[in-house]
């Protein structure tokens, strides 16, 4: 299975070991990223600029259509008000009727736009640091095997 | 960059050190994997899971990932059918392509990527993983180009200004879109 896994960019240097652990789960069944991304932004943060530019934004942009629509899942971590950019994804994903986990760590004080989103084959989850890899894997596990086969 | 790193499968149990640092050479310059296989790959085969993509899957995702590579490196101490294909593919893309072999694996290896020769297609041999660190490491730097949209002057005639022009009025794009559809198009074409 192909796992569209987003999350603020800044979250691969502020909190990389719970994208990695994210990662970690997903890897453990078997299952790839759409898009490696993490560990070269946590690159990109710590490296001088000039030895690790940052890819266009314009060719970021042109590829996430496909890159969700080449996905069987998609995960966003959307703690707190999150990023216009995985709020786009998480729009994609919906109009390409992709399983969707929404995954929060507590709860913004006034709410968030996620905390609206309906719709059937999207689960919003609150995590807790012991429970973020049993909530990942329970959620690829709902859809493990109903990939698409060629 | 967009770099496809491929091996057997086979490697990937016996020699996932090396793929490891050969991932963690390519993530600490920036540069992103084509296809994240490595990884789930080394779960599946090391916890013995019944969860394999269909062989059909797999052929469509590697050639797509070295459609959209910018290089490609193949780890190839263990002989396989896979890796030789995708190396065909990717000189025939025109993409360079790094091999790699273990110095004490070279008896395994086939004598066509032993004679292997093209300006794109680079075959070296490593000990260890210093070996591999620089290999690899020199192989990128020496292909690092900036993965924004580049530029170039384009000189033209009057008669194709002219025929650009009128195209541009007529359809509403621009004379970059329409000379970048037209590429597109031969590109398809050669393709086909």
Redesign the interface.
């Known amino acids: 299975m192909i796992v569209h896994f987003t999350a603020r960019l800044d979250m691969a240097t502020n909190n990389i070991e719970m994208l990695r652990r994210i990662v970690k789960t997903i890897h453990s069944r078997g299952h790839s990223l759409s898009e490696d991304w993490i560990e070269p932004q946590y690159a990109r943060a710590i490296l001088p600029a000039d030895q690790c530019p940052m890819p266009s934004w314009v060719v970021i942009c042109r590829e996430r259509q496909n890159i969700i629509a080449n996905s069987d899942v998609v995960i966003a971590e959307v703690t707190g008000y999150s990023s216009f950019g995985v709020g786009h994804q998480v729009a994609l994903a919906q109009a390409l009727n992709k399983p969707i986990l929404l995954l929060t760590k507590g709860s913004a004080p006034f709410g968030s736009y996620s905390d609206g989103l309906d719709q059937e084959n999207l689960l919003r989850l609150t995590y807790t640091d012991e429970s973020l890899e049993a909530i990942v894997a329970d959620f690829i596990e709902m859809y493990e095997g109903s990939e698409a086969l060629d | 960059m967009v770099i496809h790193f491929t091996a057997s499968r086979f490697s990937v149990i016996k020699n996932i050190e090396v793929l490891r640092a050969i991932v963690g050479i ?12 490595i ?6 085969m090391a ?1 013995n ?1 019944n ?1 394999q993509m ?1 062989p ?2 797999v052929y ?1 995702l590697n050639m797509d990932a070295i459609e959209r590579a910018d290089l490609v490196i193949i780890e190839g101490s263990e002989p396989s059918f896979g890796a030789g294909l995708q190396v065909a593919t990717a000189i025939s893309k025109k993409k360079p392509i790094l091999l790699i072999i273990k110095k004490d694996s070279t008896h395994n290896e086939s004598m066509l990527s032993q004679g292997a020769h093209d300006v794109l297609f680079t075959r070296k041999e490593y000990e260890g993983l210093d070996d591999v660190q620089k290999i690899v490491g020199d192989f990128i730097e020496e292909n690092t180009f ?4 580049l530029r170039f002057n384009f000189v033209i005639d009057r008669q194709l200004h002219n025929y650009i022009r009128l195209k541009s009025f007529k359809t509403k794009k621009t004379k970059a879109e329409i000379v970048r559809e037209l590429l597109i198009r031969d590109m398809e074409r050669e393709e086909k």
């Open positions: 390519i993530h600490k310059r920036g540069h992103v994997l084509a296809r994240d296989w990884e789930p790959q080394y779960h599946v916890a899971i969860r269909s059909e899957k469509d900036n993965t924004k949209d």
